[in-house]
């Protein structure tokens, strides 16, 4: 335990933040370094603009969707400044390119994280350089140096993904087994006693949402990296074995879902609960050596205390099935106990299959698995039809849009009438606040003025104890790794490294005041101020407006989730990658669901609907999948086929039709209700009952009741 924080500091300074920092940082400073050194600072700075602007696009991806989207900056940032530099001197016609490029740019969140970046990108430039007036010889002049500075970035960034090009797969896959290591501590705190089951419940969720986001940052790297997909190496076939696997074992530790308070009732007293919490989370210590040996390049051994661990797990619940002559124990609270084991098992078998692929011998001779990439990947096309269908006030981006050019028109107009020395601060806040929902409006306006309010006061400290002006460096140099390093990962402390470097910056180039900071904590009060108050009162995109859609979205995915799996049970040729896939959209339509559901509680109780009925919706499906999950591994664990389908196909087909109208209810919201009755199978009415064909029917049974449950819900839930 000594060395978690050790470690943890360790893994930060192997991550993709603590890299895209460091790049950033060279990238932005070296083009200033360079030109000081010759007197002409003034032009390595315009230069090192250009190299800023760059970097706000080169977010981890495909290095081509990287590389383009840099060269596209490149020429819309280069372009910008002009236009912008000749007709600054006139404040009428520059109020009129702000609202307009606002609005233009603000609109390219249709086309994706990416293309939202290049629009970001172009709108910083464009604040950047409102306030700067020249003749425009000098325009000309300092646009050149500004699209020097951007291919210089886009060129030092391919360089480095050239140099080491699995890097960013392997940085990657390691931050999204780490998340699943978190997943699995939560699930062994239900095992701990006196343990919140509502809220450990609610950080479970949550932490599905992490989990998705990063096996869809893996599939993006992996899955459009040509030296993994067309190029067979042995490091890509590593790569893409582990991730496979990873996945599966997700679905393994998905699938334990019980009654966990019956557990305790029962359990308690005996122990058994925390051998089971300790198991649990030594597992989760192995993933997190997983992590960290793809980053490091080492090799991890899983330690032979935890095999002996979960055997003396299995000989507890022997020890307790013995002794439990008085009936103190009900026989379904043992089978649960096994049920368990059995997982944490298979959970710990997955992970020595993982490990084995880290042996360095092995590893030359791993096979590759055919993987029909295109259907796990997501292609975003730039489709111009897609911008004139939005020119509308139902699309969340067109009023976002609307809202942004307006409030930084606002923004500009307060400005001139302060006649603040640094106006573009305030627009610089409104820019980097204003997000397409309040909830994430509020957030990151709390954490700016957080972070820029504790900034100062650390920046004005600095500016005062230090007078050095190499100690004044290494600060400016640490503060700059540090704000561009969390700018991804903790927007609070990127802020908060962000303001002493601005502040330091501007007193190496002399003007350097305390008056600067006080300054820069007006105007961000102020940017924050108006980009809050526009996000709630000027056509505001309300979370609650697409919780239908997520909710239809989650049943359906569950839908053909739950067809994919029976086909398992079905047909002996079945084809895999289909039931993948929605297994895939199961995960994306709950996490986007549990995020939607998150993000309401930022917003006013008003807007707040139904928030008890959507709780249990979430959770409801939740556990539905994660029966699913449970029926589609018995099937892979014992290679089963059920002979007489018939039997089960009932229960089957009244399943999916209980949730098929629950999509009914959903869409046309009917006031009266159904009374849909529960199909039962007598498992003693089965023509050839085995031991297989109970356990898939009592499965089936209980997916049959938690849909039944979902339906009923639906009835009562009106939005």
């Not at 400005?415 to 820019?431: G, P, V």
């Not at 972070?451 to 500016?463: D, H, Q």
């Not at 105007?523 to 309300?542: C, K, Q």
């Amino acid at each position: 335990m000594f060395n978690r924080p050790v470690r943890s500091i360790h893994d930060f300074l192997l991550s993709t933040y603590f890299a895209d920092g460091l790049r950033i940082t060279l990238g932005v400073l070296c083009p200033s370094l360079i030109f000081a050194q010759f007197g002409l600072l003034q032009y390595g700075m315009t230069v090192s603009l250009g190299a800023l602007c760059a970097s706000v696009v080169d977010s981890p991806g495909p290095i081509v969707h990287r590389r383009n989207a840099m060269l596209i900056t490149t020429a819309l940032i280069t372009l910008i400044f002009i236009v912008v530099g000749l007709t600054n001197s006139n404040i009428y016609f520059t109020a009129i390119l702000i609202v307009l490029f606002s609005f233009v740019f603000s609109m390219f969140f249709l086309y994706g994280l990416r293309a939202a970046s290049i629009g970001t990108s172009a709108l910083l430039i464009m604040v950047l350089s409102i306030d700067d007036i020249r003749p425009w010889q000098e325009v000309l002049f300092s646009s050149g140096l500004i699209f020097l500075g951007s291919i210089w970035y886009t060129g030092l960034s391919y360089f480095f993904y050239r140099i080491r090009p699995y890097r960013l797969v392997q940085q990657t896959l390691s931050d999204s087994i780490h998340e699943v290591s978190l997943f699995l501590r939560a699930k062994a705190r239900f095992y701990h006693k006196n343990i919140d089951y509502d809220d450990n419940y609610a950080e479970l969720l949550q932490l599905q949402v992490l989990v998705h986001e990063k096996q869809d940052a893996v599939r993006e790297v992996l899955f459009k990296t040509r030296e993994i997909v067309r190029d067979s190496t042995p490091e890509g076939r590593f790569l893409l074995l582990v991730f496979v696997d990873m996945v599966d074992l997700f679905e393994q530790v998905m699938s334990t879902y019980y009654n966990y308070k019956q557990l305790h009732e029962q359990f308690d007293s005996s122990g058994i609960l925390r051998h089971y919490e300790a198991v649990i989370k030594k597992i989760a210590d192995e993933l997190d050596d997983i992590a960290f040996a793809l980053k490091t390049g080492g090799t991890p051994s899983l330690p032979t205390s935890l095999i002996r661990d979960v055997e003396r797990l299995k000989n507890q619940i022997t020890w307790l099935e013995r002794k439990n002559t008085d009936g103190k124990y009900s026989t379904l609270g043992i089978i649960a106990l096994k049920n368990i084991e059995v997982n944490i098992e298979n959970i710990l078998s997955r992970v020595k299959t993982i490990n084995s692929y880290f042996n360095k011998k092995e590893k030359k001779n791993l096979k590759a698995r055919e993987i029909e990439i295109e259907k796990f990947v997501t292609r975003q096309s730039i489709d111009p039809k897609l911008l004139y269908e939005n020119i509308t006030f139902n699309s969340s981006t067109f009023r976002h849009s609307l809202r942004v050019a307006i409030v930084m028109l606002i923004g500009f107009i307060v400005a001139k009438t302060l006649n603040l020395s640094h106006s573009y601060w305030i627009l610089l806040t409104i820019l980097v606040i204003s997000k397409p929902g309040f909830s994430l409006t509020k957030q990151r306006n709390y954490e700016r003025i957080i972070g820029t309010v504790v900034g100062a006061f650390i920046g004005m400290g600095i500016l005062v104890y230090v007078q050095d002006k190499n100690t004044l460096f290494v600060i400016l140099l640490f503060c700059m790794i540090g704000a561009y390093s969390f700018q991804r990962k903790n927007y609070v402390v990127s802020v908060l490294f962000m303001t002493p470097y601005i502040l330091v910056l501007f007193d190496f180039l002399g003007m350097g005041s305390l008056s600067i900071a006080r300054e820069r904590i007006y105007d961000t009060l102020i940017g924050s101020g108006i980009a809050l108050l526009a996000s709630y009162s000027l056509f505001p995109n309300w979370e609650h407006e697409k919780l239908k859609e997520a909710m239809l979205d989650t049943l359906k995915a569950n839908i053909k989730y739950f067809e994919e799996v029976v086909l398992l049970y079905i047909d002996e040729v079945h084809n895999l990658t289909n039931y993948k896939v929605a297994r895939k959209e199961v995960y994306v339509a709950t996490a986007n669901l549990a995020s939607l559901f998150q993000r309401m509680f930022s917003e006013p109780k008003s807007k707040q609907l139904m928030i008890k009925e959507l709780h249990q919706f979430t959770a409801l499906n939740h556990l539905f999948s994660s029966y699913i999950a449970t029926l589609s591994l018995y099937k892979k664990e014992h290679a089963f086929i059920v002979a007489n389908f018939d039997d089960l196909k009932p229960i089957v087909q009244n399943t999916t039709y209980l949730l098929n109208l629950a999509t009914e209810n959903l869409l046309s919201n009917k006031e009266q209700t159904s009374n849909v009755p529960l199909i039962r199978t007598n498992i003693s009415t089965l023509k050839q009952t085995s031991q297989d064909e109970v356990i898939i029917s009592e499965q089936i049974d209980l997916i049959q009741k938690v849909a039944y449950d979902i339906f009923k819900l639906s009835e009562k839930i009106k939005i």
